[in-house]
T-cell receptor, first 117, second 110 residues
Framework: NAGVTQTPKFRILKIGQSMTLQCAQD?????MYWYRQDPGMGLKLIYY???????DKGEVPNGYNVSRSTTEDFPLRLELAAPSQTSVYFC????????????????FGPGTRLTVL | KNQVEQSPQSLIILEGKNCTLQ??????????LRWYKQDTGRGPVSLTI?????NTKSNGRYTATLDADTKQSSLHITASQLSDSASYIC?????????FGTGTRLTVIP
């Protein structure tokens, strides 16, 4: 199993440009998540999905969009890139958070380092 | 307000020494607590999970403790190795939400 894969690994955007960060998992997880991690800061949830066709906002959704057409894929779209979106983006997946009363482990991808200039 | 606070923010220790990282939380209701290790440039990887009824759990040289009454957890690393250099993140699950700490950056030097 490849686990959670993310592409690209690095990207530099100009202000106002758009791009899609790709995320795929092969573990048949229902739940998928997008986080951003700013330097020296913790992970902040952007969007999450509990299954194909279902997405919901996290803590910091402004400036981003997501879609979930399949169980495997969960792309994150930046429409008008701004310098404030310079960050490292992590995609993660898991089984439902509560499984028989025990939290499910999140599996993270390697991250995408995005710089907006 | 649901919060997870970790201390110290950063720590430097000599190879072979032990260390303890702290995690205090105010998440309610509480479901479980996980410790993740995040190597530089990589995504976090789960080290251990603590549920309400567990006090101590070990994973090799890593030992996690949980005091659900005081809402505190610790991660003890024994006989540190250079490969232990990483950020350690405490994540607390509520009913169906996750709350992340900002992590402790550990550096192990020869």
């Amino acid at each position: 199993n490849a686990g959670v894969t993310q592409t690209p690994k690095f990207r530099i955007l100009k202000i106002g440009q758009s791009m899609t960060l790709q995320c795929a998992q092969d573990m048949n997880h229902n739940y998928m998540y997008w986080y951003r991690q700013d330097p020296g800061m913790g992970l902040k949830l952007i969007y999450y999905s509990v299954g194909a066709g279902i997405t919901d906002k996290g803590e910091v959704p402004n400036g981003y969009n997501v879609s979930r057409s399949t169980t495997e894929d969960f792309p994150l779209r930046l429409e008008l890139a701004a310098p404030s979106q310079t960050s490292v983006y992590f995609c993660a997946s898991s089984y439902p958070l509560l499984v028989a009363g025990v939290g499910s482990e999140q599996f993270f991808g390697p991250g995408t380092r995005l710089t907006v200039l | 307000k649901n919060q997870v606070e970790q201390s110290p923010q950063s720590l430097i220790i000599l190879e072979g020494k032990n260390c303890t990282l702290q995690c205090n939380y105010t998440v309610s209701p509480f479901s479980n607590l996980r410790w993740y290790k995040q190597d530089t440039g990589r995504g976090p990887v789960s080290l251990t999970i603590m549920t309400f009824s567990e006090n101590t759990k070990s994973n090799g040289r890593y030992t996690a403790t949980l005091d659900a009454d005081t809402k505190q957890s610790s991660l003890h690393i024994t006989a540190s190795q250079l490969s232990d250099s990483a950020s350690y993140i405490c994540v607390v699950s509520g009913t169906n939400n996750l709350f992340f700490g900002t992590g402790t950056r550990l550096t192990v030097i020869p």
